[in-house]
């Protein structure tokens, strides 16, 4: 395979990762502008169609998209995607001073061997080919891939023999909270009406990695894992513990909880030969803020779900199913050793006020209704707008959501035990394999390489950006949005601390997403590093021939998976 990309991906990629681009910050517009200036390097910034920085909105450090757009003689139009943004270099400790420096961290290999694991073996299995430093794999030399790309078709544009239209994007904060991507949502759907294209779907070029040690595949993706975070805010009832049986503890309800949820094979998505991980905690705690010898009257915890099927709506039920059985056994658990507890302590006058234990099991959007059939709509609002006004501005995400919903419960009167069940954010959907011709043809040039060892699979398995630009038919996404606490429409006047998506032009976008992206190892960690023969010599090359090959196709053609 021919690697006349290798030195030009080189230096590209040490251009971009010598950049801090930590986000949210700055930096992430010092690599938009970058990318931007490599794009038109050598006169070829008269061959775009269009290029330059779009500005995410409301952004508070003003970052901004990069993009260029290649109108060929077709409106069939391919989107190359890739983020600028990285994680923070504390993890490199010592040899953080080289964080974003390659050649600087390659002098010091043995000192990184022995911070990074498996790096020393992996050194010995590929020596020289590995590129070291903080985004060197997630992912600018993905960025670099695109740049290197989009200017050989530029050149095809300049002598008018580019039939494709093709746009690069270059986007911030995927680290974070995916403010890049979304913005670029809107830009694409813009661009479509503006040029009238038709969108084949996007290549987004994040990293790729081993699935098992001695792995050697190079993993070709048609779709992305999704996640939610299911939060459960468990109620039990406040008593001294000189009396324990005459409340119950919060804490025992959400460990049982716990017990039932985390980590449970039960809870994964397995579909067509992959399944996700199960789920766990992310965050566990009562809500005591000082010493004292009640019994805790709450406790909280939120759930990391990852998904390849499962929709908002269908976990939350199979939530809600698991949440009630595990808190009828519990409290029928507590009401047996208490009356075990009477027959050996004597007092006997006390089994006969014995009543057996039952609590409830809401979600948020069922709370919400009950809370307002009784207060009515108004109060309810001006309630939740004053609580919501009461937090602090810098409040975690998550935390915002258990204040609103614990102010809810407070409203409604009622007492533990009780488990209400709702969604804090981020969500990041999961996106199918699509028949379509985007994925037909990777499916043809991984089989036309063997000698390459490519294998198509349908999720990839990290987290993107690829999440926002397409929503699987079928997604409810009314009991999504009614059950965050903190969600608002697009549309209406932002709140601070509100969390939104635009559902309605990720639908409307609805790209087939593919992933194709450079291979490496230790992604968000010190011994971070990507293997050059690949990513810098064969990737390109594989980007440029899924391009060709959509060039060649026919638009009529039927897809379907056999
Ligand atoms: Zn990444």
Redesign the pocket.
Known sequence: MQSDWYDIMRQYTTRLVRICSVSPDKGELLVAEEVLRLLRADGLESIYTANGLDPLPDDPTGRQNAYAFLRGSSPRTVVLLG?ID?VDTTDFGPLEPWALDPEGLATRQDALAELAPGLAEDLAAHPGDWMFGRGSI??KS?VAVTIAVMRHLAEMAREGRLPLSVVLLATPD??NESAGVLQAVRFLLHLREQYGLEYLGAINT??TTARYPGDQHRYIYTGTIGKLLPSFLVVGHASHVGDPFDGVDANLLAAELIRDLSMNDELCDVVRGQSTLPPVTLHATDLKTSYDVQLPFAAYFYLNVLTFSTAPRKLLKRLRRRAKATLKRTLKRIDKSERRWILTSGDKARLERLKARSGVVLTYSELHAEVEQRLGQEHIAAELSAAWESMPAGLDARERCLHLVRHLWTLSGKRGPAIVIYYSPPYYPHVAATPCLLHEVVAAVAAAHTELNLEVQEYYP?I??MSYLRLDPGMDMATLTANIPTWQEPNTTARSGRYSLPLVAIQELGLPVVNLGPYGRG?HQCGERVLMSYSFGTLPQLLYEVIERLTDSGSTKEFSYA
Do not use: K, Q, R, V
């Open positions: 983020h990285t997630d992912m993905g995927e680290e994040d990293y990290f993107s950006d992604a």
